[in-house]
């Protein structure tokens, strides 16, 4: 794509939904779901008599039709939700929602997996209940990144906005992001109200906690949904998370991403079943007990110098030392996960100075506020040594984490353009810096 092209899909991303899609035609709005309060909408609870086991993954569940809303007010964009069986961390059988939202020209052949960065310990915070006309403080998340993926509208993708934390907000779970993802797009490709079939490609876009389901999907694709992944073209994704570990220690004491420790700490106990607060302090237990429903926005510079010290108790004052910590993280590293086998786009900024996080460990390094840049560079290279060296990193200096994501969009909707153009994915193996990532195994 041109410089020129992507000048003009710049402006398009800020373009409004409401101003782009066609309306909704008088048969689909009489049809439109009303919108419920996120407490009491049954369309996220499958009550079917058959175990959800019986089902395969990307099975759906149940189906409805409502208007496109954005901070509460509806649009005039058609938004399908679907109800589809999925795989949880533990590998359970789960229910999960999914919103499609089909392309303004009515093309099955193309569509995009957006994984928003939503990251909240609070499932009404997903996009799929944004986007039914629920109004929370997290879910502002969401409606911010309606105006990011109309761009996609505008250029033809249909769209597949999966709530990937799941149903009980899972946060920082990577395996789940990557297993409710995938089942997603098998869910848009089963339904028959869509527009999709088994022939539809697909690209995986996502940024920060969106990027932690994009690279999960992309990495579990070939065992978890070889369905799947024969028909995606590419990943394309930035500020990514690769070893919690490392980040835990980049951001201890920093003045605006430390209040992720605790939210990662609930996320990560939740999502496997494992007990955390053996390890914590009076003052931990509280703050544990206090976020269990926080979003990333009730966490953000609340926190200011908080560390892990100040949560553990004295004697686990190093994280090492805390064995069920040290086994969940290592299930939640993308590091062990196995390599992509379709191209990839990485973009990561190196300016957490900025965001205040001015942390430099012993090797760890810096990162762009949250994100350790050492280690996605090192996940990087990984890839290039073990795939097929169709990996493109884009180093974003010196922007940190949030300005590196205004930078990022456009570029990765003008890589995932490319590759479903059927350019040759261009490669940066060989020319990135080496990275050395630390294993945690213990």
């Known amino acids: 794509m041109s410089r020129q092209s992507v000048r003009r899909l710049t402006v398009a991303v800020a373009a409004v939904m409401a101003f782009t899609a066609a309306?909704?035609?008088?048969?689909?709005?009489?049809?439109?779901?009303?919108?419920?309060?996120?407490?009491?909408?049954?369309?996220?609870?499958?009550?079917g008599s058959a175990p959800l086991s019986s089902f395969a993954p990307g099975t759906v569940l149940n189906t409805r039709t409502?208007?496109?809303?954005?901070?509460?007010?509806?649009?005039?964009?058609?938004?399908?939700?679907?109800?589809?069986?999925?795989?949880?961390?533990?590998?359970?059988?789960?229910?999960?929602?999914?919103?499609?939202?089909?392309?303004?020209?009515?093309?099955?052949?193309?569509?995009?997996?957006?994984?928003?960065?939503?990251?909240?310990?609070?499932?009404?915070?997903?996009?799929?209940?944004?986007?039914?006309?629920?109004?929370?403080?997290g879910g502002t998340i969401a409606a911010f990144e309606s105006a990011a993926v109309s761009a996609l509208l505008l250029q033809g993708y249909n769209l597949v906005i999966p709530d990937t934390e799941g149903q009980t907000a899972d946060f920082a779970a990577g395996p789940e992001y990557g297993t409710d993802t995938l089942d997603s797009i098998r869910a848009a490709v089963n339904s028959p109200v869509t527009g999709m079939n088994s022939g539809t490609k697909f690209g995986l876009m996502g940024y920060s906690g969106g990027a932690i389901a994009t690279d999960w999907a992309a990495a579990l694709a070939p065992s978890?949904?070889?369905?799947?992944?024969?028909n995606l073209v590419g990943f394309a994704e930035g500020g990514l998370l690769v070893d919690p570990a490392h980040n835990l220690q980049y951001v201890n004491g920093a003045l605006t991403w430390s209040g992720v420790i605790p939210m990662a700490l609930i996320g990560v106990a939740r999502s496997y079943g494992i007990n955390l607060t053996q390890y914590m302090s009076g003052y931990g237990k509280q703050l544990y007990n206090q976020l269990q429903s926080a979003s990333i926005i009730d966490a953000l510079a609340h926190f200011p110098g908080l560390t892990w010290q100040d949560m553990a108790l004295?004697?686990?004052?190093?994280?090492?030392?805390?064995?069920?910590?040290?086994?969940?993280?290592?299930?939640?590293?993308?590091?062990?996960?196995?390599?992509?086998?379709?191209?990839?786009?990485?973009?990561?900024?190196?300016?957490g100075v900025l965001e205040g996080t001015f942390g430099d460990p012993a090797g760890i390094g810096t990162g762009d506020g949250v994100m350790v840049v050492g280690d996605v560079r090192a996940l990087a290279n990984q890839y290039c040594a073990t795939g097929d060296n169709s990996i493109s990193y884009d180093q974003l200096d010196p922007l940190s984490h949030t300005a590196a994501a205004v930078v990022w969009a456009p570029l990765a909707v003008s890589w995932l353009s490319d590759r479903f153009a059927g350019k040759t994915a261009p490669s940066s193996c060989g020319q990135i810096p080496r990275a050395t990532r630390w294993h945690r195994s213990r």
């Open 224 to 230: 978890y949904a070889p369905d799947v992944n024969k």
């Open 23 to 47: 309306p909704l035609t008088a048969a689909t709005a009489a049809s439109a779901a009303t919108p419920k309060s996120a407490a009491s909408d049954s369309f996220y609870t499958y009550d």
């Open 314 to 351: 004295p004697q686990y004052s190093n994280p090492d030392s805390a064995p069920a910590f040290v086994s969940a993280v290592n299930r939640i590293n993308l590091g062990s996960a196995p390599t992509p086998t379709i191209p990839g786009f990485i973009a990561q900024g190196d300016g």
């Open 66 to 137: 409502l208007q496109y809303h954005i901070e509460g007010i509806p649009t005039p964009v058609t938004a399908i939700q679907l109800l589809y069986r999925t795989t949880n961390a533990q590998g359970q059988p789960s229910a999960n929602v999914t919103t499609v939202v089909r392309s303004l020209t009515g093309d099955s052949t193309k569509a995009v997996s957006y994984q928003s960065f939503y990251d909240s310990l609070n499932p009404q915070d997903g996009p799929s209940r944004a986007i039914a006309g629920d109004v929370s403080l």
